[in-house]
């Protein structure tokens, strides 16, 4: 099995709720639950794959500080090669994630160590020994976006790599100028459809028109994650299709489901499936994320995934 490295953005996220709307000043009110995850999309998609079987490393910077050692134990106990994990004289990257009665989920961030985070951070040997080659959290790596994730990739494309890059939303608001140059070094370019009508300026209500525009940009292939519709499938010079995911599987909370339908996705790569096969894998994988609180609480094995897939058959067809 192919080996994935994922690079970028790590953090705590503290959970809370439910979380319908804030206190006023000085109000004091209940809530049911809060617990502490490891999350930030390079390190997500990491423990997922870890703990779907598939051999994975992560290259991230963390601070010096409790929450560092929590997140490079976490992915460590997930099987996850925690070699390429720095820590730095900086505060690790925090996610205060609050979760509504309906699964939703809102953010409140300070940037930390996913800021700090460059390409010198990367060790040469981990970019040698991978073969998938996986840049997670763009937008928020203040340090490394742009030439400096461009230059990485066009190495790794040179060293027979597959390059892949999803990214995260801009608290900034500059979008594509942050990743411009990356685009054309990418293999398969798979971000969601609000994220990717933001790059492209385009309305999210026309995902064939996103992916055009992606296209454009240079980047060889696209998928256009589309919530619970699934994923736009849009291989180059092919005929393009939405796979559908599960509707009937009510989520407890979507934190982190778009990560790990990419960690679906690198999983099937990693065992060279095609692309609709690890599309249907990875919904498959997004829909057990989001059965429990966490971004990798519910993940399981490849083995379980599949088990899974064929008893939902008859909503969600393997052809």
């Given at each position: 099995?192919k080996?994935?490295?994922?690079?970028?953005s790590?953090?705590t996220d503290v959970?809370v709720?439910?979380?319908d709307?804030l206190p006023?000043?000085?109000?004091?009110?209940?809530i049911?639950?809060?617990?502490?995850?490891?999350?930030g999309?390079?390190?997500?998609a990491?423990n997922?794959?870890?703990?779907?079987g598939v051999?994975?490393a992560?290259?991230?910077?963390?601070?010096?500080?409790s929450f560092g050692?929590?997140?490079?134990?976490?992915a460590?106990?997930?099987?996850?090669?925690v070699?390429?994990v720095v820590?730095g004289?900086?505060?690790?990257?925090?996610?205060?994630?609050?979760?509504s009665?309906s699964?939703?989920?809102?953010?409140?961030y300070?940037p930390g160590?996913a800021?700090?985070f460059?390409l010198?951070?990367?060790p040469d040997s981990?970019l040698?020994?991978?073969?998938?080659?996986?840049?997670?959290g763009?937008?928020?790596l203040?340090?490394?976006?742009?030439a400096p994730c461009?230059e990485l990739?066009r190495?790794?494309?040179e060293?027979g790599?597959?390059t892949?890059m999803?990214?995260?939303?801009?608290?900034?608001?500059?979008?594509l100028p942050?990743?411009?140059?990356?685009?054309?070094?990418l293999d398969?370019?798979?971000p969601?459809i609000?994220?990717?009508?933001?790059?492209v300026?385009?309305?999210?209500?026309d995902?064939d028109?996103?992916?055009?525009?992606?296209?454009?940009?240079?980047a060889?292939n696209v998928?256009?994650k589309?919530?619970?519709?699934?994923?736009l499938?849009?291989?180059?010079n092919?005929?393009?299709?939405?796979?559908?995911?599960?509707?009937s599987?009510?989520?407890?909370?979507?934190?982190?489901?778009g990560?790990?339908f990419?960690?679906?996705?690198?999983?099937?790569?990693a065992?060279n499936?095609?692309?609709?096969?690890?599309?249907?894998?990875?919904?498959?994988?997004?829909t057990h994320?989001?059965?429990k609180v966490?971004?990798?609480?519910?993940i399981?094995?490849?083995e379980e995934t599949l088990?899974?897939?064929?008893e939902?058959?008859?909503?969600?067809?393997l052809?």
């Amino acid at each position: 099995m192919k080996k994935v490295l994922c690079v970028g953005s790590v953090t705590t996220d503290v959970i809370v709720s439910p979380v319908d709307s804030l206190p006023n000043p000085g109000e004091l009110r209940a809530i049911s639950s809060v617990s502490t995850h490891v999350g930030g999309c390079a390190a997500n998609a990491a423990n997922d794959l870890a703990k779907l079987g598939v051999p994975v490393a992560l290259s991230c910077k963390v601070g010096s500080d409790s929450f560092g050692e929590f997140v490079k134990n976490t992915a460590k106990e997930n099987g996850v090669d925690v070699s390429g994990v720095v820590m730095g004289d900086v505060d690790t990257t925090v996610s205060i994630v609050t979760v509504s009665s309906s699964g939703e989920r809102s953010f409140l961030y300070n940037p930390g160590s996913a800021a700090d985070f460059k390409l010198s951070d990367i060790p040469d040997s981990l970019l040698e020994e991978c073969d998938i080659v996986f840049v997670a959290g763009a937008m928020l790596l203040t340090s490394f976006d742009g030439a400096p994730c461009a230059e990485l990739m066009r190495r790794a494309r040179e060293m027979g790599k597959y390059t892949v890059m999803d990214t995260a939303w801009d608290f900034d608001d500059i979008w594509l100028p942050k990743i411009r140059e990356v685009i054309p070094h990418l293999d398969l370019f798979m971000p969601s459809i609000d994220e990717a009508a933001k790059l492209v300026g385009l309305s999210p209500k026309d995902p064939d028109a996103v992916a055009d525009k992606l296209f454009e940009l240079g980047a060889k292939n696209v998928i256009v994650k589309v919530g619970k519709h699934g994923a736009l499938i849009c291989e180059a010079n092919k005929e393009r299709y939405t796979l559908p995911t599960y509707l009937s599987i009510k989520p407890t909370d979507s934190t982190g489901a778009g990560d790990s339908f990419c960690a679906g996705f690198l999983a099937g790569l990693a065992q060279n499936w095609d692309y609709r096969r690890s599309g249907q894998f990875a919904n498959a994988v997004g829909t057990h994320c989001i059965q429990k609180v966490g971004a990798s609480t519910g993940i399981v094995s490849i083995e379980e995934t599949l088990k899974f897939m064929n008893e939902h058959q008859d909503e969600v067809p393997l052809d």
